[in-house]
């Protein structure tokens, strides 16, 4: 069982920057697949970036991609998601989730049946 606390959101405005940390428990959590995924209001939850268990493999979708970085720190068992330059489209829940059994990326990574477990989510409010 993997337990996963996000951190880190907040306001700013745009064009500032945040830093989430999801913070995983359990044994091997530092083994497995992570992701980022974002809720706006009235929207379907939507991939934004995921990484392999030792931080060689990741993917970010488009809108993200030169302004987003997805890192891990297995020995303290936590997934960042530097965001810069940020829009008030970017405004949304976002959620860390966990792929269990796997230390790879299971394809493709904005699958959200990919993942098994997941955060609480953390508010994310960007102002104009």
């Known amino acids: 069982q993997v337990q996963l606390v996000e951190s880190g959101g907040g306001l700013v405005q745009a064009g500032g920057s945040l830093r989430l940390s999801c913070a995983a428990s359990?044994?091997?959590?530092?083994?497995?697949?992570m992701g980022w995924f974002r809720q706006a209001p009235g929207k379907e939850r939507e991939f934004v970036a995921s990484?392999?268990?030792?931080?060689?493999?990741?993917y970010n979708t488009d809108s993200v991609k030169a302004r987003f970085t997805i890192s891990r720190d297995n020995v303290k068992n936590t997934v960042s998601l530097q965001m810069n330059s940020l829009t008030p489209e970017d405004t949304a829940v976002y959620y860390c989730a966990a792929t269990a059994g796997t230390y790879y990326i299971i394809l493709p990574p904005s699958d959200i049946s990919n993942y098994d477990y997941w955060g609480q989510g953390t508010q994310v409010t960007v102002s104009s």
């Open positions: 990484i392999n268990w030792n931080g060689g493999t990741t």
């Open positions: 359990g044994r091997t959590a530092s083994s497995y697949a």
